[in-house]
C-alpha cells in the first residue's frame, strides 16, 4: 500500500508544480507586457531552464517562446534578482543565432569552463575556431541531427550583456 500512496504522491506533486510553472510563466509574461508580442511555446523539452547564468547568485529562469505575429522560435530569460527580461530569436536578432530560433531541436544549461567559438571569414566559410573561457553556466542551443550535434551556440554572460557564441557549421 505504501509504495502505491508514494507513487501517487509523486505524480500528483510532479502535475502540480508543472502546473504551477506554467501558470507562473504566463502571468509573468502579462505583468511584464509581453503577452501581446510573445507566446510561451514549448518547442523543446524541457520547456524552461533554471540556473544562475550572470554569477549573482540567483537562480535565472529562461522559458521557450514565439514571436505571436511571425512563429518565430526563441527564449524568453528572466534574470533571478532583476524585473528585466532578455529576449533572444523569436523575431529579435541575437547574434549568428539569428532572429529566428526554428533550427533549434536541443537546449540545455552548459557548465564548461571553456567553449570553441566557430570563426567565419567575411564570405562565410568556417576558417578556424577560438577557445573562450567561461565564468558562468550558459544556454546551450544546438541542431541534433542523426544524434549527433551538428551546429549551435550558446548564450553567454560576459559580464557586461549576454552574447552569441557560435558553435559547430
Same mark, same amino acid.
Given at each position: 500500500?505504501?509504495?502505491?500512496? +508514494?507513487? /501517487? #504522491?509523486?505524480?500528483? !506533486?510532479?502535475? %502540480?508544480?508543472?502546473?504551477?510553472?506554467?501558470?507562473?510563466?504566463?502571468?509573468?509574461?502579462?505583468? &511584464?507586457?509581453?503577452? !501581446?508580442?510573445?507566446?510561451?511555446?514549448?518547442?523543446?523539452?524541457?520547456?524552461? #531552464?533554471?540556473?544562475? #547564468?550572470?554569477?549573482?547568485?540567483?537562480?535565472?529562469?529562461?522559458?521557450?517562446?514565439?514571436? &505571436?505575429?511571425?512563429? &518565430?522560435?526563441?527564449?524568453? #530569460?528572466?534574470?533571478?534578482?532583476? =524585473?528585466? $527580461?532578455?529576449?533572444?530569436?523569436?523575431? +529579435? &536578432?541575437?547574434?549568428?543565432?539569428?532572429?529566428?530560433?526554428?533550427?533549434?531541436?536541443?537546449?540545455?544549461?552548459?557548465?564548461?569552463?571553456?567553449?570553441?567559438?566557430?570563426?567565419? !571569414?567575411?564570405?562565410?566559410?568556417?576558417?578556424?575556431?577560438?577557445?573562450?573561457? /567561461? +565564468?558562468?553556466? %550558459? /544556454? !546551450? /542551443?544546438?541542431?541534433?541531427?542523426?544524434? =549527433?550535434?551538428?551546429?549551435?551556440?550558446?548564450? $553567454?554572460?560576459?559580464?557586461?550583456? $549576454?552574447?552569441?557564441?557560435?558553435?559547430?557549421?
Amino acid at each position: 500500500m505504501k509504495p502505491i500512496f +508514494t507513487i /501517487l #504522491l509523486l505524480i500528483t !506533486s510532479t502535475q %502540480c508544480f508543472s502546473q504551477d510553472k506554467t501558470s507562473w510563466i504566463s502571468d509573468s509574461l502579462r505583468n &511584464k507586457g509581453l503577452n !501581446s508580442k510573445f507566446e510561451f511555446s514549448p518547442y523543446i523539452s524541457p520547456s524552461y #531552464l533554471q540556473t544562475d #547564468l550572470n554569477g549573482d547568485g540567483f537562480p535565472d529562469f529562461a522559458i521557450l517562446i514565439s514571436e &505571436k505575429r511571425t512563429g &518565430k522560435k526563441g527564449v524568453l #530569460l528572466f534574470p533571478g534578482h532583476s =524585473a528585466q $527580461y532578455h529576449v533572444f530569436g523569436a523575431g +529579435t &536578432k541575437f547574434g549568428d543565432g539569428s532572429d529566428d530560433f526554428k533550427w533549434a531541436n536541443k537546449w540545455s544549461v552548459f557548465t564548461g569552463k571553456e567553449a570553441y567559438q566557430t570563426q567565419f !571569414s567575411k564570405g562565410g566559410d568556417i576558417i578556424g575556431g577560438k577557445v573562450i573561457k /567561461l +565564468t558562468h553556466p %550558459c /544556454l !546551450s /542551443l544546438t541542431a541534433v541531427e542523426d544524434r =549527433a550535434e551538428i551546429a549551435g551556440g550558446l548564450i $553567454y554572460w560576459n559580464g557586461v550583456k $549576454y552574447i552569441w557564441i557560435h558553435q559547430g557549421e
